[in-house]
């Protein structure tokens, strides 16, 4: 299963990729918003992990774009923000967030939202 990762830190991106090891997951980075788009539009991946707060296009216009898309609109999108306002998640529920994690995000919760949202086993194989 394909997964979009958009954040402007590479560290993190790296991070996510490791702690999600062990479900045979195929990661596709993007640095932006736009970038990050027209991977999704590209790739059409089962899940898609977004920052908000980025260059180009935020994490709120990434998923208002893909879910205003016929193709993409169905697509699970998780925002990860360091934003941990009612207002924010407000805004991530208006425009058809699937999930919306605070950074710093625990393993644990990045795991369990994961395999929710894809159905997988809640602990990846080591």
Avoid: N
């Avoid at 879910?67 to 934003?83: G, Y």
């Amino acid at each position: 299963m394909k997964v979009v990762l958009i954040d402007d830190t590479r560290t993190l991106l790296s991070l996510i990729q490791i702690y999600l090891m062990g479900w045979g997951l195929e990661f596709i980075e993007a640095h932006d918003g736009r970038a990050g788009l027209a991977r999704i539009r590209e790739h059409r991946p089962a899940l898609v992990l977004s920052d908000v707060k980025m260059p180009e296009m935020d994490g709120f216009q990434v998923c208002a774009a893909v879910r205003a898309d016929p193709v993409l609109k169905d697509t699970p999108l998780v925002l990860l923000t360091s934003l941990d306002d009612e207002a924010s998640r407000a805004k991530g529920r208006l425009v058809g967030a699937t999930a919306f994690l605070t950074k710093p995000v625990t393993v644990a919760a990045l795991r369990r939202t994961v395999a929710g949202v894809l159905g997988l086993p809640e602990s990846p194989r080591s």
